[in-house]
């Protein structure tokens, strides 16, 4: 089985610009993940993916980093996404350095027992990505009781929605996960 539906790019086929960020990124992890490989066949929409990815999940307000990734894994396992669960996952696992948190969240994002402010987080992306017209303000003030703040919110809603759009394009192209993410902060390096 293949990577992807559609035709994948290999990093030294990426324009000159994708390939200096792909390639960090490559470096970093010791792989190419095959989100990279799937959408380089359009480096439009990739580097516009990447753009709003970075703004999203590499600023330094709002919610911590392990929080959005927290809001990643919960979305994509309500959407049953299974490239950004166990990517998402590794760098839950990581970020949180908890094994198993990216798990239990995955399996049943409505159930996981978390602290106050985790469920809040969970349970407003869970709002928003299962059915967002029934989306309201009662969703807005749980999360503000839980001391959630105006930002803190947005980022929740921004990085669901974002990943309502991963989850369906990994769902269209039939994206696998790289054997690498599995092993990702289960163990020590």
Not at 140 to 163: K, M, Q, S, Y
């Amino acid at each position: 089985m293949s990577d992807s539906r559609f035709p994948v790019t290999e990093l030294e086929d990426l324009p000159e610009d994708l390939r200096d960020r792909v390639g960090a990124i490559a470096e970093k992890s010791g792989f190419t993940p095959n989100i990279f490989r799937a959408l380089g066949h359009r480096p439009a929409e990739l580097r516009a993916f990447m753009d709003y990815h970075d703004a999203l999940m590499e600023r330094e307000d709002g919610l911590t980093k392990a929080e959005r990734e927290l809001v990643v894994v919960a979305t994509s396992g309500a959407n049953h996404c299974t490239y950004c669960i166990v990517a998402h996952g590794a760098i839950l696992r990581i970020r949180t350095k908890d094994p198993e948190l990216s798990d239990r969240v995955a399996a049943n994002p409505w159930q996981v027992e978390l602290d106050e402010r985790g469920r809040a987080i969970v349970d407003l992306a869970l709002a928003l990505a299962q059915d967002s017209a029934l989306f309201g303000e009662a969703d807005l003030e749980a999360a503000r009781d839980a001391g959630l703040t105006e930002d803190e919110i947005w980022d929740v809603g921004a990085i669901t929605a974002l990943f309502a759009m991963s989850n369906r394009l990994a769902h269209l192209t039939a994206l696998k996960p790289n054997p690498e993410f599995f092993l990702m902060g289960r163990q020590k390096r």
